[in-house]
């Protein structure tokens, strides 16, 4: 976004987390997580804290600043351009918090969104299943209540955080004879007994982020954790999803936008046949078009947050949502995908970290609900706006030469 359309809120905030992400995030740090040397940094997610960056939506009373979503995107696509993992660890309170904020009761926010903001307690969010991550409602974890606990009992994989993770959030069959969208509640679970966290994924990228997978045995959760209603886990994912999609679209910017530019400068210092590649219109073009694609992204985005922040987890803003996450995740990839293009051999080497933005970037189509889910909630949504009551705009159908023709309008 250019500075001309951002408030000097909005500025100060972007370039406060900019210098963060430039001056408090050791390259070396980058380097062993990819390497697979450092499994979670937990110091990193501290050292946010420190600077009251997480959370940034939540009342200051919870730790965070009581910005709108149009600052945290701003404050997310400046995290982005550290790679998935850390963009994804950024988020996680985010995404966490906003159960607890919306659904949670003050002793909830008490007890773990202020410990959540403040650093002193790292979250992990357990969704998935080895059975599936798409047909989410078709989870499998059971939480039976046996008085005045839960016993939960299951398997999550993929969890970005896991090894890590002071607390998970975790979605379980509390209800298991009713229909799926009456079956499922969402539960605060502390690490202790009877959960177990494996690392047992050789990813491809976005390494170092504690990915793993989790064992629920017999563990024990007060019922004091139950967010939101008994039951009512759909509620909380549909809330959930906001943060979920959004921090994967802002972040997926900043990606790019490195990416982009460091094949920019390449192209404009490299020579072939005598002249500066950028010269040539199969590069220079190349960064025309992603510049394009990547404006249109944030755009997007933007106008996603402004949607949010007017009016909350409405129709309109869940189509939007996931139209900004299917299409700001599509472009980062096309993006990075042709800035290695430009660079050659040499972007194909680690000599550039476009191989490493690559890598992540591939991730992005696939998770927080891929992007073939994002199309079934886009025309979702749209066929029950379209469909719930007449268009108030001009019936353009009946400007057709021959509209009265009704014996021509056939349909079955
Ligand atoms: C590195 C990594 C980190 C992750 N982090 C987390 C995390 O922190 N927490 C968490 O809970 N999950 C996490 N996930 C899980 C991720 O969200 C899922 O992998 C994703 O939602 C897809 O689920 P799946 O892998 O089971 O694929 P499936 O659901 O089996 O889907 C396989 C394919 O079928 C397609 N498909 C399925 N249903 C439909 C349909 N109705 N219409 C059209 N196409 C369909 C999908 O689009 C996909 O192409 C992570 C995954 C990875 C790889």
Not at 127 to 136: A, H, I, K, V, Y
Not at 244 to 257: C, P, Q
Not at 379 to 394: D, F, T, W
């Amino acid at each position: 976004m250019t500075d001309i359309t951002l408030t000097p809120g909005q500025r100060s905030l972007r370039d406060e987390v900019r210098t963060f992400a430039r001056e408090e995030v050791p390259r070396q740090l980058l380097l062993d997580m990819d390497a697979d040397k450092i499994r979670y940094p937990r110091g990193y997610v501290q050292k946010l804290a420190g600077q009251r960056l997480l959370g940034l939506r939540f009342p200051q009373e919870w730790g965070g600043r009581g910005l709108d979503w149009s600052y945290e995107v701003l404050a997310l696509e400046e995290i982005g351009v550290l790679g998935a993992s850390l963009a994804c660890l950024y988020s996680l309170p985010s995404i966490v918090g906003e159960a607890i904020q919306v659904f949670g009761t003050q002793e909830q926010k008490g007890k773990y969104l202020k410990p959540i903001t403040d650093g002193k307690m790292t979250v992990a969010e357990a969704l998935t299943e080895p059975r599936g991550g798409s047909d989410f409602f078709g989870a499998t974890a059971t939480a039976m209540r046996e008085g005045d606990v839960y016993v939960l009992n299951g398997q999550k994989r993929f969890i970005v955080g896991a090894e890590g993770a002071d607390l998970f959030l975790v979605y379980a069959r509390t209800n298991p004879d009713a229909a799926s969208r009456q079956a499922i509640s969402a539960l605060l679970v502390e690490r202790g007994e009877g959960v177990d966290v494996q690392h047992v994924y050789g990813l491809m990228g976005t390494r170092g982020g504690g990915t793993g997978r989790v064992y629920f045995r017999n563990v024990r959760v007060p019922v004091e954790n139950l967010i939101g209603q008994e039951h009512g886990a759909f509620e909380v994912f549909n809330q959930m999803m906001i943060p979920e999609r959004m921090t994967s679209a802002a972040g997926a910017l900043g990606l790019a936008r490195v990416a982009l530019e460091i094949s920019a400068r390449y192209a404009d210092r490299r020579k072939a046949f005598g002249q500066k590649i950028r010269e040539f219109e199969g590069v220079s073009f190349k960064v025309a078009d992603s510049l394009t694609r990547l404006d249109a992204a944030r755009a997007l985005v933007h106008a996603t947050a402004r949607v949010i922040d007017a009016g909350g987890n409405t129709r309109y803003a869940r189509r939007m949502v996931s139209e900004s996450k299917k299409f700001a995740t599509e472009t980062a990839w096309a993006v990075v995908n042709d800035a290695m293009q430009i660079m050659g051999g040499i972007g194909y080497t680690n000599v550039y970290p476009i191989e490493r933005l690559l890598r992540d970037a591939r991730l992005m189509t696939i998770w927080t609900g891929t992007n073939e889910i994002m199309n079934l909630v886009i025309q979702h949504e749209y066929y029950k706006e379209i469909l719930a009551a007449p268009s108030p705009a001009r019936d353009v159908e009946s400007d057709a030469p021959n509209a009265d023709v009704e014996g021509e309008k056939v349909y079955e």
